[in-house]
């Protein structure tokens, strides 16, 4: 691969820093771990990955404890593997997964079908298999949001309610005021109109923001914006990040319609 130039002071080139190795690992129990703390998914491991990531003392030792969340990792790997990555902790990865980069265009329809096949067939009824498993060749991509709005939201006994849907797909939310431990945040909920799943007007809702004084993102200012997951800041969001999430939410908001 060949790397991005920078130029010194003094004008000659120099090779742009790398994400760091292990930043893939740290932004994966941003996201992971509310539900993890929920009992969701996950291992037993909650309060040591809060305290290592809010330290930002992650290292590979964690990954035993990540390789624990079965519901993320298939997509992970699944990510990587198409696009020639042998870490399936990989940052580019973890953000293609929770947040949607290119890495997500670079798997092929035909390979999300094959996983989706692999991963469920036996655990949804015929007819809902047939659903599912046609987003692939419609254009889903393997992105945390699709499986909430068409694969977990049909994998359960119960089905998904729209508040849990919200809750569990990642969402974005502008900061009005932090509040210590939590956020004052403005987000556009889900909602149900004329039997179409949408993006709503924006509400104000607090947002956890640490557990015992820990989390993963300094003081905020309002009209900043951050990534929420289960009512908890994930991180902080640049305006490309926030571009991306938004386009693969409202895109498989438009997927998960066409078979409501």
Same mark, same amino acid.
């Given at each position: 691969?060949t790397?991005?130039?920078? =130029? ?9 820093? &790398?994400p ?26 909650n309060?040591e ?9 992650v ?8 390789r624990?969340?079965?519901?993320a ?8 593997? =198409?696009?020639?990555?042998?870490d399936p ?18 798997v092929?329809a ?7 096949i @692999?991963?469920?067939?036996g ?21 945390h ?10 994998a359960? @006994?119960?089905?998904?309610?729209l ?7 990642? &969402? ?5 005021a932090d ?25 104000? &809702? ?35 990040q926030l ?12 997927l ?5």
């Amino acid at each position: 691969m060949t790397s991005l130039l920078l =130029a010194r002071p003094d004008g000659t080139p120099q090779a742009a820093p &790398s994400p760091a190795p292990l930043a893939g690992l740290l932004r994966f129990i941003h996201y992971g771990f509310m539900p993890n703390q929920l009992g969701y998914c996950g291992g037993d491991d909650n309060h040591e990955l809060l305290e290592r990531a809010a330290a930002s003392a992650v290292d590979r030792g964690v990954e035993p404890m990540l390789r624990k969340f079965t519901g993320a990792l298939p997509y992970l790997k699944l990510i990587a593997h =198409a696009n020639g990555r042998a870490d399936p902790f990989d940052e580019r990865v973890v953000d293609a997964y929770w947040i949607g980069n290119e890495l997500l265009e670079g798997v092929e329809a035909r390979q999300l079908y094959d996983n989706l096949i @692999d991963r469920l067939q036996g655990q949804l009824p015929p007819g809902v298999m047939k659903w599912v498993t046609s987003k692939a060749p419609a254009g889903a991509r393997p992105h945390h949001n699709f499986h909430v709005f068409d694969v977990h939201s049909r994998a359960g @006994d119960q089905g998904m309610s729209l508040e849990t849907m919200d809750a569990c797909r990642i &969402s974005w939310g502008k900061v009005v005021a932090d509040l210590s431990a939590e956020v004052l945040v403005e987000r556009r909920p889900i909602q149900l109109a004329e039997g179409k799943l949408e993006l709503g007007l924006p509400v104000m &809702s607090t947002a956890r923001r640490q557990f015992d004084g820990l989390g993963f993102v300094h003081k905020l200012e309002p009209g900043e914006w951050v990534s929420l997951h289960w009512g908890w800041v994930c991180e902080q969001l640049t305006s490309d990040q926030l571009a991306r999430l938004r386009h693969y939410t409202v895109h498989h908001l438009e997927l998960a319609n066409q078979t409501l």
